[in-house]
Protein backbone atom coordinates (compact mmCIF):
# COMPACT_ATOMS: atom_id res chain seq x y z
CA UNK A 1 0.00 0.00 0.00
CA UNK A 2 1.25 3.12 -1.17
CA UNK A 3 1.20 6.85 0.69
CA UNK A 4 -0.51 9.34 -1.54
CA UNK A 5 -0.46 12.18 0.81
CA UNK A 6 0.17 13.16 4.58
CA UNK A 7 -2.09 16.04 5.58
CA UNK A 8 -1.68 17.79 8.88
CA UNK A 9 -4.72 17.75 11.37
CA UNK A 10 -5.75 19.54 14.28
CA UNK A 11 -4.66 18.15 18.03
CA UNK A 12 -1.40 16.81 16.78
CA UNK A 13 -2.94 14.50 13.91
CA UNK A 14 -2.28 13.97 10.40
CA UNK A 15 -4.63 12.05 7.66
CA UNK A 16 -2.26 9.36 5.95
CA UNK A 17 -4.33 8.64 2.58
CA UNK A 18 -3.08 5.32 0.64
CA UNK A 19 -3.05 5.25 -3.21
CA UNK A 20 -6.15 2.80 -2.72
CA UNK A 21 -7.81 5.95 -1.15
CA UNK A 22 -7.95 4.72 2.67
CA UNK A 23 -7.68 7.21 5.53
CA UNK A 24 -5.43 6.32 8.57
CA UNK A 25 -5.47 8.94 11.45
CA UNK A 26 -2.86 9.23 13.52
CA UNK A 27 -0.36 11.43 15.43
CA UNK A 28 2.90 13.65 14.83
CA UNK A 29 4.51 11.16 17.34
CA UNK A 30 3.40 8.16 15.21
CA UNK A 31 4.70 9.84 12.15
CA UNK A 32 7.85 10.56 13.35
CA UNK A 33 8.67 7.59 14.99
CA UNK A 34 8.40 5.69 11.88
CA UNK A 35 9.24 8.09 9.31
CA UNK A 36 6.63 7.98 7.18
CA UNK A 37 7.23 11.15 5.96
CA UNK A 38 9.37 10.09 3.97
CA UNK A 39 8.26 6.26 3.05
CA UNK A 40 6.41 6.06 0.22
CA UNK A 41 4.70 2.50 1.20
CA UNK A 42 3.11 0.96 4.09
CA UNK A 43 2.99 -2.66 4.75
CA UNK A 44 0.93 -4.77 6.80
CA UNK A 45 3.73 -4.93 9.77
CA UNK A 46 4.03 -1.23 9.79
CA UNK A 47 0.56 -0.85 9.51
CA UNK A 48 0.21 -2.81 12.56
CA UNK A 49 2.22 -1.12 14.29
CA UNK A 50 0.75 2.34 13.41
CA UNK A 51 -2.91 0.91 14.95
CA UNK A 52 -1.14 -0.10 17.60
CA UNK A 53 0.85 3.16 18.88
CA UNK A 54 -2.16 5.47 17.74
CA UNK A 55 -4.43 3.71 20.01
CA UNK A 56 -1.88 4.10 22.62
CA UNK A 57 -1.87 7.63 21.84
CA UNK A 58 -5.56 8.12 21.74
CA UNK A 59 -5.42 6.74 25.63
CA UNK A 60 -2.39 9.25 26.09
CA UNK A 61 -4.14 11.89 24.91
CA UNK A 62 -7.59 11.39 26.87
CA UNK A 63 -5.49 11.15 29.88
CA UNK A 64 -3.46 14.19 29.65
CA UNK A 65 -7.09 16.07 29.30
CA UNK A 66 -7.60 14.26 32.12
CA UNK A 67 -5.41 15.74 33.92
CA UNK A 68 -5.76 19.25 32.55
CA UNK A 69 -9.06 19.70 34.44
CA UNK A 70 -6.69 19.56 37.50
CA UNK A 71 -3.69 18.24 38.95
CA UNK A 72 -3.99 14.26 39.18
CA UNK A 73 -2.30 11.97 41.35
CA UNK A 74 -0.87 8.73 40.05
CA UNK A 75 -3.57 6.67 42.00
CA UNK A 76 -5.82 8.61 39.91
CA UNK A 77 -4.75 8.17 36.69
CA UNK A 78 -4.24 4.50 37.48
CA UNK A 79 -7.56 4.62 38.52
CA UNK A 80 -9.25 6.16 35.12
CA UNK A 81 -6.76 3.74 33.26
CA UNK A 82 -8.74 1.18 34.09
CA UNK A 83 -11.73 1.99 32.43
CA UNK A 84 -9.49 1.05 28.77
CA UNK A 85 -9.09 -2.64 29.83
CA UNK A 86 -5.55 -2.21 29.23
CA UNK A 87 -2.76 -4.82 29.78
CA UNK A 88 -0.39 -4.00 33.09
CA UNK A 89 2.91 -3.31 30.38
CA UNK A 90 0.78 -0.87 28.55
CA UNK A 91 -0.47 0.78 31.83
CA UNK A 92 3.27 1.24 32.96
CA UNK A 93 4.20 2.74 29.86
CA UNK A 94 1.56 5.27 29.95
CA UNK A 95 2.32 6.02 33.21
CA UNK A 96 6.15 6.10 33.23
CA UNK A 97 5.57 8.17 29.80
CA UNK A 98 3.79 10.69 31.62
CA UNK A 99 6.18 10.96 34.63
CA UNK A 100 8.99 11.83 32.31
CA UNK A 101 6.73 14.53 30.75
CA UNK A 102 5.68 15.87 34.51
CA UNK A 103 2.35 15.35 33.81
CA UNK A 104 2.36 12.93 37.24
CA UNK A 105 4.02 13.81 39.95
CA UNK A 106 2.58 12.70 43.50
CA UNK A 107 5.54 15.59 45.32
CA UNK A 108 3.58 18.62 43.15
CA UNK A 109 0.21 16.93 43.39
CA UNK A 110 0.43 17.18 47.31
CA UNK A 111 1.59 20.38 47.53
CA UNK A 112 -0.98 22.05 45.58
CA UNK A 113 -3.58 19.84 47.36
CA UNK A 114 -2.34 21.32 50.86
CA UNK A 115 -2.16 24.67 49.29
CA UNK A 116 -5.45 24.44 48.41
CA UNK A 117 -7.24 23.12 51.37
CA UNK A 118 -5.18 25.23 53.71
CA UNK A 119 -5.97 28.77 51.86
CA UNK A 120 -9.82 27.71 50.25
CA UNK A 121 -11.34 25.16 52.38
CA UNK A 122 -12.09 24.83 56.36
CA UNK A 123 -10.05 21.57 56.62
CA UNK A 124 -6.93 21.20 59.05
CA UNK A 125 -3.96 19.23 58.89
CA UNK A 126 -5.04 16.10 59.93
CA UNK A 127 -7.71 16.10 57.75
CA UNK A 128 -5.40 17.04 55.24
CA UNK A 129 -3.15 14.22 55.39
CA UNK A 130 -5.74 11.89 55.71
CA UNK A 131 -6.96 12.88 52.12
CA UNK A 132 -3.74 12.53 51.00
CA UNK A 133 -3.08 9.22 52.23
CA UNK A 134 -6.53 8.01 50.41
CA UNK A 135 -4.72 9.36 47.16
CA UNK A 136 -1.89 7.00 48.04
CA UNK A 137 1.01 9.44 48.25
CA UNK A 138 3.97 8.45 49.92
CA UNK A 139 3.73 8.91 53.27
CA UNK A 140 7.19 10.88 53.59
CA UNK A 141 6.22 13.43 51.04
CA UNK A 142 3.08 13.84 53.46
CA UNK A 143 4.99 14.11 56.50
CA UNK A 144 7.52 16.23 54.94
CA UNK A 145 5.04 18.48 53.21
CA UNK A 146 2.45 18.72 56.38
CA UNK A 147 5.20 19.75 58.11
CA UNK A 148 6.10 22.41 56.40
CA UNK A 149 2.75 24.35 56.73
CA UNK A 150 2.83 27.31 58.80
CA UNK A 151 1.26 26.91 62.25
CA UNK A 152 0.37 30.43 62.04
CA UNK A 153 -0.94 30.22 59.55
CA UNK A 154 -3.37 27.72 60.50
CA UNK A 155 -3.87 28.92 64.32
CA UNK A 156 -5.07 32.57 62.37
CA UNK A 157 -7.47 29.85 60.09
CA UNK A 158 -8.91 28.06 63.35
CA UNK A 159 -9.64 31.61 65.42
CA UNK A 160 -11.17 32.72 62.26
CA UNK A 161 -13.53 30.07 62.01
CA UNK A 162 -14.08 29.49 65.51
CA UNK A 163 -14.93 33.27 65.65
CA UNK A 164 -17.54 32.74 63.28
CA UNK A 165 -18.66 29.45 64.99
CA UNK A 166 -19.30 30.98 68.29
CA UNK A 167 -21.37 34.04 67.09
CA UNK A 168 -23.87 31.34 65.40
CA UNK A 169 -24.22 29.45 69.10
CA UNK A 170 -24.98 32.20 71.44
CA UNK A 171 -27.11 29.89 73.38
CA UNK A 172 -24.96 27.75 75.06
CA UNK A 173 -22.41 27.73 77.90
CA UNK A 174 -18.77 27.91 77.81
CA UNK A 175 -18.76 24.30 78.90
CA UNK A 176 -21.06 23.00 76.01
CA UNK A 177 -19.68 25.23 73.55
CA UNK A 178 -15.99 24.23 74.33
CA UNK A 179 -17.19 20.65 73.28
CA UNK A 180 -19.11 21.44 70.62
CA UNK A 181 -16.08 23.33 69.01
CA UNK A 182 -14.05 20.16 70.25
CA UNK A 183 -15.91 18.09 68.23
CA UNK A 184 -16.51 20.08 65.08
CA UNK A 185 -12.80 21.12 64.44
CA UNK A 186 -11.59 17.53 65.21
CA UNK A 187 -13.51 16.72 63.23
CA UNK A 188 -12.19 19.27 60.27
CA UNK A 189 -9.14 17.95 61.11
CA UNK A 190 -7.40 20.33 63.49
CA UNK A 191 -5.21 19.35 66.90
CA UNK A 192 -7.01 18.59 69.91
CA UNK A 193 -4.27 20.93 71.84
CA UNK A 194 -5.02 24.20 69.25
CA UNK A 195 -8.66 23.98 69.29
CA UNK A 196 -8.57 24.12 73.28
CA UNK A 197 -6.14 26.83 73.30
CA UNK A 198 -8.23 28.87 70.71
CA UNK A 199 -11.51 28.04 72.84
CA UNK A 200 -9.80 29.32 75.84
CA UNK A 201 -9.04 32.64 73.98
CA UNK A 202 -12.86 32.97 72.80
CA UNK A 203 -16.13 31.96 74.09
CA UNK A 204 -19.21 33.46 75.11
CA UNK A 205 -20.44 35.85 78.06
CA UNK A 206 -21.75 33.24 80.56
CA UNK A 207 -23.16 35.97 82.63
CA UNK A 208 -25.39 37.06 79.38
CA UNK A 209 -25.94 33.51 78.64
CA UNK A 210 -27.24 32.39 82.16
CA UNK A 211 -29.68 35.35 82.29
CA UNK A 212 -30.47 34.65 79.09
CA UNK A 213 -31.66 30.97 79.86
CA UNK A 214 -32.57 31.76 83.64
CA UNK A 215 -35.77 34.13 81.82
CA UNK A 216 -36.61 31.23 79.90
CA UNK A 217 -36.84 28.32 82.18
CA UNK A 218 -38.51 30.99 84.90
CA UNK A 219 -41.19 31.71 81.94
CA UNK A 220 -41.56 27.82 81.49
CA UNK A 221 -41.39 26.64 85.05
CA UNK A 222 -42.96 29.57 86.98
CA UNK A 223 -46.89 28.26 85.66
CA UNK A 224 -46.30 24.97 87.19
CA UNK A 225 -43.99 25.34 90.33
CA UNK A 226 -43.11 28.01 93.03
CA UNK A 227 -40.77 28.67 95.67
CA UNK A 228 -38.42 26.36 96.34
CA UNK A 229 -39.44 23.42 93.66
CA UNK A 230 -39.45 26.70 90.82
CA UNK A 231 -35.58 27.07 92.23
CA UNK A 232 -34.31 23.75 91.83
CA UNK A 233 -36.08 23.29 88.49
CA UNK A 234 -34.49 26.32 86.97
CA UNK A 235 -30.77 24.80 88.40
CA UNK A 236 -31.37 21.73 87.22
CA UNK A 237 -32.58 23.11 83.42
CA UNK A 238 -29.35 24.94 84.22
CA UNK A 239 -27.04 22.49 85.00
CA UNK A 240 -28.22 20.28 82.17
CA UNK A 241 -26.98 23.20 79.93
CA UNK A 242 -23.52 23.12 81.12
CA UNK A 243 -23.16 25.99 83.94
CA UNK A 244 -21.45 25.52 86.89
CA UNK A 245 -23.71 24.74 89.99
CA UNK A 246 -21.83 27.26 91.95
CA UNK A 247 -22.34 29.70 89.41
CA UNK A 248 -25.57 29.29 88.97
CA UNK A 249 -26.54 29.57 92.74
CA UNK A 250 -25.19 32.67 92.72
CA UNK A 251 -26.87 33.85 89.97
CA UNK A 252 -30.15 32.82 91.58
CA UNK A 253 -29.27 34.22 94.97
CA UNK A 254 -28.49 37.77 93.41
CA UNK A 255 -32.14 37.30 91.37
CA UNK A 256 -33.63 36.91 94.72
CA UNK A 257 -32.55 39.66 96.35
CA UNK A 258 -33.77 41.72 93.86
Not at 10 to 17: C, V
Request: net charge positive; proline share 0%.
Amino acid sequence: MDIKKIKKMNNDKYQIITTDNKKIITYDSVILKYNLLYKKSIDSELMSLIMKETSYFDIYKKVVNYISKRLRSEYEIKKYLEKYDLNEKDTNKIINDLKKSNFINDYNFAKAYISDKVYLSNYGPLKIKKDLQNYYIDIEIIEELINNIDSGVILEKLNKLMTKKINSNKKYSNYILKQKLLYYFKDLGYETSMILSCSDNLGNNDDNILDKEYEKLYKKYSKKYSDYNLDNKIKEGLYRKGFDINKINEFINTKKEF
